[in-house]
């Protein structure tokens, strides 16, 4: 993980600044969700590095507060509660994200999501964030390569697997907290 944030968040983020230095009024005191949901916008030479690298960027951001070294939480109170009204139980949650980010095809990510006010999967390629299709991210799991090559070789499965058991389950539900109100 520390090549994953060493390098490839930090390319990213290096990036994005980049990508806003040529059109600071543009982007103006934009949030990054802002720059996300309105990325379409931009001038025409920034607009895939605001999607791709503000993508990347703003998942990473996400992602590194989503583990924690403590292992084997468990949700709690109201995520809790919300995960086992939308999909019938907590492992069965797991269950569907982690069938969901093996399948998918090359780089991309797993998410757990509020869309109009429930929660849900949905799978973005890339760098492409949930924040674009106004979607609100509760809880997200990069599997790109990068991610876990290094630990587990081309085993996604096993990376996702292990990933279960660092989940900061008082962050996502903080950030499931915040986006109900």
């Known amino acids: 993980m520390q090549l994953h944030h060493d390098k490839h968040h930090v390319g990213y983020t290096n990036n ?9 009024d543009w982007a103006g005191s934009k949030s990054i969700e802002e720059i996300l949901k309105t990325y379409s916008t931009a001038p025409d030479d920034i607009k895939n590095a605001l999607r791709n690298h503000g993508g990347g960027f703003y998942n990473h951001s996400l992602f590194w ?5 403590k292992k084997d939480q468990a949700p709690s109170g109201a995520v809790a509660d919300a995960i086992t009204e939308a999909f019938g139980s907590v492992d069965a949650f797991k269950q569907q994200f982690s069938d969901s980010a093996k399948k998918i095809f090359g ?25 674009t299709q106004g979607k ?25 697997d292990n990933w279960w058991h660092i989940v900061n389950w008082d962050d996502v539900a903080k ?7």
Not at 16 to 24: Q, R, W
Not at 65 to 69: F, N, Q
Not at 138 to 160: S, T
């Open 16 to 24: 994005l600044n980049a990508a806003l230095e040529k059109h600071p």
């Open 65 to 69: 507060l989503m583990m924690t070294p």
């Open 107 to 131: 780089s991309g990510w797993e998410w757990l999501v509020l869309d109009n006010g429930k929660l849900a999967l949905t799978s973005t390629p890339n760098q492409d964030s949930p924040v």
């Open 136 to 160: 609100i991210p509760i809880l997200g799991l990069d599997v790109w390569e990068h991610a876990y090559y290094i630990d587990v070789g081309p085993d996604r499965a096993k990376y996702i």
């Open 175 to 181: 950030r499931f907290d915040s986006a109900k109100k």
